[in-house]
């Protein structure tokens, strides 16, 4: 049996993309999550992670060492200057894959559903694919720095208002179950009773072995396991299985 990941987090590693884009700078897509923070531990290379919110934009440097977070609401682009390549941290592993994120396209596609699925989408030859898709977000991106953040966030809740159930959800039978968990084993330790030590176990996650085009560059998503089929019951019960990620992110 494979348990959920601490906290239920998501972890990839990621190689950011080297392609150079229409500003003269290489890097990935932007776009921006609904409702998961995310984290950036700096392994290699260097570079720099451009968000944009309502506090304005800015440039933040990365180094082998970094540790960068920020939260939903925050459009982020990355920027490889020289071999960047990451350890991601998501908040709610398993919305990410389910959808919880949303490109800057410019807004006549944001305004189109239909629209926006085929500017997503990776069909065909998937370098060409990952490149279009990362050019037209930085196209929206560019102008968003001019303003119309809030008209794009409207227009991300439109996009994804019929997903909300679903991640509501992924949610309580995820992150929520665990912590509820950790709330029940300080009860029971208060009251003396050590049963849940006896059910310690070791999980092992394999990296893949191809990885996938990511927003941002070449990703090594781990496999989330699915939750217990008894939600709020306790990490020892139910089996969960591994839910491959989307390759759209």
């Not at 003269?24 to 968000?51: F, N």
């Amino acid at each position: 049996m494979v348990t959920r990941l601490p906290g239920g987090v998501g972890i990839s590693g990621l190689t950011v993309y080297d392609w150079k884009a229409a500003d003269g700078l290489c890097g990935g897509t932007p776009h921006m999550h609904l409702v998961c923070s995310e984290a950036y531990v700096v392994i290699g290379g260097t570079g720099s992670v451009q968000t944009l919110a309502a506090s304005g934009f800015a440039d933040t440097p990365l180094h082998p060492g970094d540790l960068v977070w920020f939260t939903p609401g925050t459009i982020h682009r990355l920027v490889n200057d020289d071999g960047l390549r990451l350890v991601v941290l998501m908040q709610n592993g398993g919305l990410p894959e389910a959808g919880d994120a949303v490109f800057t396209f410019p807004a006549p596609v944001l305004a189109d559903p239909d629209a926006y699925q085929a500017a997503a989408a990776l069909t065909g030859d998937r370098v060409t694919a990952a490149r279009r898709r990362r050019d037209l977000a930085l196209e929206g991106f560019l102008a968003l720095r001019e303003g119309g953040l809030r008209e794009f966030h409207s227009a991300a809740h439109r996009l994804k208002s019929d997903l909300l159930d679903d991640w509501r959800i992924r949610w309580r039978d995820g992150p929520l179950a665990a912590a509820v968990e950790t709330g029940r084993q300080l009860e029971r330790l208060k009251a003396g009773d050590l049963s849940h030590l006896g059910h310690g176990e070791v999980s092992r996650l394999e990296r893949p072995e191809h990885p996938l085009f990511g927003m941002c560059g070449h990703l090594h998503p781990y496999p989330v396991p699915d939750p217990p089929t008894r939600p709020l019951r306790g990490s020892s019960s139910g089996s969960p299985h591994l839910r491959p990620p989307k390759e759209l992110f």
